[in-house]
């Protein structure tokens, strides 16, 4: 511009960057204010992924049985295009199973982590209370009811994309901050 004034874009707006946590945050509360349908949209989406990856590892063993291993591959491929039809066909009863398999993965994992601790010639005092503090929640989370453990995957995400919206925001600004003082400290 002829009067000295330099054109501002909007692409040159420093924060595009703060976006997807904000974004992140929104949905988070949404999720939360909304757990129910949280928890048929998880069903949802891990039905689905079960599909697809079922599918293709289905495809891909059985394109291998004749150079061995494939039989295994297609038979995991078909188990998982099953469970996923199965979620697909009740969302409800696949987030609630959901729910119970994550309660099942912490318990085995905190026995493995507790059993970890006593091998380990460091970080003993840690495994030790995470073995702990992740059996007490696999056993509360296979311990609920269905109506709770429906509820509890509604509230888990939005709690979930909430922190990662404000881990991102934090970040983000971190970073700003840095590229803010290594800029003076060169100039």
Known sequence: MADGRTEKRIADWSGWEFLPGIAFIII????????????????????????VA??????????????????????LGLLSLIIGIAFLY??????????WMIGAWLIVGGIFEFATAFTTPF??????????????LGALLLTMEPSQAFYFLGYYVGISFIFRGLWTVLFVGGAHEVDRTVR???A
């Open 123 to 136: 970080g003993r005092g840690w495994l030790v209370f995470v073995g702990l503090v992740d059996f007490a």
């Open 28 to 51: 988070g509360v949404l999720a939360l204010t909304m757990a129910p349908l949280t928890s048929l949209a998880t069903g949802i989406y891990v039905g689905a992924l079960l599909c």
């Open 184 to 186: 003076e400290a060169v």
């Open 90 to 99: 009740n969302p409800a009863a696949g987030a609630i199973t959901l729910v």
């Open 54 to 75: 079922g599918a293709f590892a289905f495809v891909g063993g059985v394109s291998h049985i004749r150079r061995g291993g494939g039989w295994l591959a297609a038979l």
